[in-house]
């Protein structure tokens, strides 16, 4: 009876034991592969800080195997050799060997090793400096270059590629982290203080940061790009980004201008070179040239701005923007347009 209700089991586990195993295995490969992407991984570096981490990443980690092989040799060798009694003298010197001295050289090359690697230790003075500010759930990036006008982004870091970059990291609200993975370790965002992080991008490319400090309920969807290019194509960026906007110039632009101010976009968002000015939100006066929005959360274009301002809250759940559905279909298409077209 016992037989017969245990091949009834296995018979009605067998069909989906080979599918469960094939999920499995499709799950760990994806977990697998997309640590392999280099837009937002450690072990694909494209910094000299990261570098760094990387290659203390692999020294711990080879060091690591090398003495757990060895462990387990001598666990061997003990298990299978023929018991005999050693003297006293053999085993204290192997005590004081193997779990004295061995140790406390194998920790203090480690100790020497890795605390110039530590913030405290490094030469922190930047060739630029970007003010980086976690808000919910959001990072407000402040550019004060020499020469030009002070600007702000919003989830877009744009770095020339080689300088040495000081971020000075601050909180409007609770705890955030910055983490940019491919570049630098991460540093935590603390309200009422200045954090710095110095990094040197040394790897031209689009890179991806995320907050790494649980937030708020959308702290999983606040993520920024982090775009790393030659010298002189930041400074045309940067040069761009610091002049007011483009006026509004079709007919459908120029009603999305007037939605804007209609509805009191303003009250929180500031569009250079209008009257608009307000300072809660990120400022839109190149947000139509941002890679993505809502902290990386969608691609960039009039059906993602749109579909954000009808129903942030059905997107990202938490955040301040309000919505702003009792706008008609062609008052929302419009207000998207113009802001696409904010380049
Ligand atoms: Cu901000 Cu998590």
Redesign the pocket.
């Known amino acids: 009876m016992r037989n017969a209700r245990r091949r009834l089991v296995s018979r009605r586990l067998s069909p989906c034991a080979p599918r469960l195993t094939s999920l499995a295995a499709a799950a760990l490969s994806l977990a697998i592969l997309s640590a392999c992407d280099g837009r937002q991984s450690s072990l694909d570096p494209a910094g000299r800080e990261a570098t760094e981490i990387s290659q203390l990443f692999w020294t711990m980690t080879i060091g690591g195997a090398v003495i757990w092989s060895l462990v387990m040799a001598l666990l061997a060798y003990a298990l299978m050799s023929r018991r005999r009694v050693h003297p006293e003298r053999t085993a204290s010197v192997t005590v004081w060997s193997g779990g004295i001295v061995a140790p406390a050289i194998t920790l203090t090359a480690l100790l020497v090793y890795s605390l110039p690697l530590m913030p405290a230790y490094r030469d922190q003075t930047g060739d630029l400096a970007v003010e980086v500010t ?1 808000e919910q ?1 959001w990072f407000r990036m402040r550019y004060r270059l020499p020469g030009r006008d002070a600007f702000e982004t919003a989830n877009e870091l744009r770095l020339p590629l080689g300088a040495r970059v000081e971020l000075v990291l601050k909180s409007a609200d609770v705890i ?1 982290s910055f983490w940019a993975p491919a570049l630098a370790g991460k540093m935590d965002m603390i309200p009422g203080r200045a954090n710095r992080l110095v990094l040197e991008p040394r790897k031209a490319g689009r890179y991806r940061g995320v ?1 790494a ?3 708020g309920e959308s ?1 999983a969807l ?1 993520a920024f790009d982090i775009i790393v290019e030659e010298p002189e194509r930041f400074a045309d960026w940067a040069r761009e980004q610091s002049l007011a906007a483009f006026a509004a110039a079709t007919v459908e632009e120029k009603r999305g201008e007037q939605v804007f101010a209609a509805v009191g976009c303003a009250a929180c968002h500031a569009i250079r070179g209008s009257a608009h000015v307000g300072a809660a939100g990120p400022d839109l006066t190149h947000v139509g040239g941002r890679p993505t929005i809502a902290a990386g959360l969608l691609p960039n274009n009039v059906g993602t701005l749109a579909g954000w301002i009808a129903a942030p809250q059905d997107l990202k759940p938490g955040t301040t923007m309000p919505a702003f559905r009792t706008l008609s279909g062609p008052d929302l298409r419009a207000l998207a347009a113009y802001l696409a077209a904010l380049k």
């Open positions: 976690g759930y955030h907050c400090e649980l937030c702290h606040m």
